[in-house]
């Protein structure tokens, strides 16, 4: 019976299979497409210059055993690199790698020809894999330690940010996961990290990006069929900052992805920064594989600052857009603005652009109305944690009742409502509110906000349940 190259490369693949982890077999070995078998050479295609570099590096071995165990010592295997076209052409473009002689198993340097090199090559995303495309670090240099005030709510992470920074890749604080809550400086923080780092090392390829952005590189990348160029790209960072990690909570393909890319990265030195609105423990709908990921290095609470702090934060933003204030309307701003520090510099800029607009002097009773408008204004962020303990505290139950698997008509109740509140006041998904509310799933949140929606107009008592728990939420 006479081989063809699919049933050489199939035989390949057996023997591979039994000889490397299931994860690297589908990352490196599932995407290749045997093309042809001419005389005792097989040629293989692959998605990109760095998938061919990738297999020289660590599987040339492994190739060469099976390899010569179908074709005999003379086997040789020859490299298509086909590349997902991002120009607008429609042919793609191929160019053929002839692999040194695999009983000598030399590895060869590989042109992959850039003919039309258009200005969207400085798009970072347009040709992932592709090393001399400049990356842009989307870093925003405002944001340095310069302006990041140390405080003790802050100490222990802007002090393991800045040992990142001197070296990274190259502490124990890999990843470094910064936590806390809304307006603390999270991402002042990561960006500051990454400045500094772009500032001793300009040769490192630093690059910060929103987790939602991620996720929706990676949706597209699927569409696109070029996912392993999306991993690829991203296997070439030295840094890499994720904003609002928790984002990739109920995304389960995306952090599927994230967690191959972390593990590229962490074993070869590279450094992750992570930024959550929580920590690890407490994140919900994220795998526990990479929770256990998150926790190898260091996780650093952001707090709220205390008065000092934010005595010196606002003396800073003050100085910093030159401009004058008494030390008692400093004072009374700080002291009556306690939640966060984009609230108190938010404060702080509706007092200036007051006193500017109306022409009137900065005076501590103009602060009292500004700062009496401000902190009504200001929504408080209602968590779904929060939620549940309103809901409980009104039934006069525990938490742990609400979420038990009991049927009792009146705990199902109570959980619905919570249900029903945590779909209206927060962004989470129908997924993460069943989960973090006794573990149910989606089905079981969309039925409960069904369910509360006909009692409100059909049952007088349950619409008085609503308009209390309502009126408590929304204090």
Same mark, same amino acid.
């Not at 929103?210 to 840094?239: C, G, L, P, W």
């Not at 702080?348 to 652009?353: D, K």
């Not at 409502?417 to 997924?431: I, P, R, V």
């Not at 609503?466 to 939420?473: E, H, N, R, S």
């Given at each position: %019976? ?13 023997? +591979? ?31 990109? @210059? ?7 590096? *660590? ?12 074709? $005999?010592?003379?086997? @040789? ?5 086909? %590349? ?12 053929? +790698? ?55 709510? /802050? =100490? ?24 806390? $809550? ?11 990290? $990454? ?29 696109? /069929? ?5 991993? *690829? ?7 890499? +900052? ?17 967690? *191959?890319?972390?593990?590229?990265? *962490? ?10 609105? @929580? ?9 526990? =594989? ?13 707090? &709220? ?10 003396? /800073?933003?003050?100085? =910093?857009?030159?401009?004058? %204030? ?25 007092? +200036? ?26 929504? =408080? ?19 742990? &009742? ?31 509110? $069943? ?8 089905? #079981? ?12 107009? #059909? ?10 728990? &309502? ?5």
């Amino acid at each position: %019976m006479s081989k063809t190259a699919q049933s050489v490369w199939n035989n390949c693949l057996e023997f +591979i299979k039994d000889n490397i982890q299931p994860q690297a077999y589908r990352t490196w070995f599932e995407p290749i497409q045997a093309v042809k078998l001419t005389d005792n050479a097989l040629s293989i295609q692959v998605p990109s @210059k760095f998938f061919y570099e990738w297999l020289e590096e *660590h599987y040339v071995k492994i190739l060469k055993v099976s390899l010569t165990k179908e074709l $005999g010592e003379t086997a @040789k295997l020859v490299y298509i690199i086909k %590349m997902e076209n991002t120009y607008g052409n429609k042919q793609p473009f191929t160019e053929k +790698i002839p692999s040194a002689n695999r009983s000598a198993m030399k590895s060869q340097e590989v042109d992959v020809p850039l003919n039309n090199k258009n200005p969207e090559l400085r798009n970072p995303f347009v040709i992932p894999g592709i090393r001399n495309v400049k990356i842009e670090s989307q870093l925003n240099p405002n944001y340095s330690f310069e302006n990041f005030l140390e405080g003790d709510s /802050n =100490r222990l992470a802007r002090s393991a940010g800045l040992a990142v920074a001197s070296k990274p890749g190259g502490t124990s604080f890999n990843p470094l996961l910064i936590f806390g $809550g809304v307006g603390l400086g999270k991402t002042h923080l990561a960006h500051a990290i $990454g400045v500094d780092i772009k500032d001793k090392y300009p040769e490192k390829t630093v690059l910060y990006i929103s987790a939602e952005k991620f996720t929706q590189q990676y949706i597209d990348s699927v569409k696109k /069929n070029n996912r392993n160029d999306f991993i *690829h790209f991203y296997q070439i960072i030295d840094v890499l +900052i994720i904003d609002d990690v928790q984002f990739l909570s109920g995304k389960t393909g995306t952090q599927d992805v994230f967690f *191959h890319i972390f593990n590229h990265l *962490h074993q070869n030195g590279k450094q992750v920064i992570l930024t959550s609105d @929580k920590a690890p423990v407490d994140m919900q709908d994220i795998e526990q =594989r990479l929770l256990s990921r998150f926790k190898w290095g260091l996780s650093a609470e952001l707090q &709220t600052p205390d008065f000092e702090t934010r005595v010196s934060i606002l003396k /800073n933003k003050l100085y =910093r857009d030159g401009v004058d %204030m008494p030390e008692d309307i400093i004072e009374y701003v700080a002291k009556n603005i306690k939640s966060n520090v984009r609230e108190l510099e938010g404060a702080i800029i509706s007092l +200036i652009a007051q006193s500017s607009f109306n022409k009137k002097e900065i005076t501590l009773d103009l602060a009292r109305i500004i700062v009496e408008k401000f902190v009504k204004n200001t929504k =408080r962020e209602v968590s779904i944690d929060y939620i549940q303990k309103v809901v409980s505290d009104y039934f006069q139950m525990d938490i742990d &009742t609400l979420q038990s698997k009991t049927r009792k008509r009146h705990i199902v109740q109570a959980r619905q409502l919570a249900m029903f509140f945590a779909k209206k006041f927060t962004k989470a998904s129908l997924a993460s509110i $069943g989960s973090q509310i006794g573990k149910r799933d989606h089905a #079981t949140v969309l039925h409960a906000c069904k369910t509360v929606d006909n009692l409100s107009t #059909t049952d007088k008592q349950f619409r008085k349940y609503v308009d209390d728990i &309502t009126k408590k939420l929304s204090v």
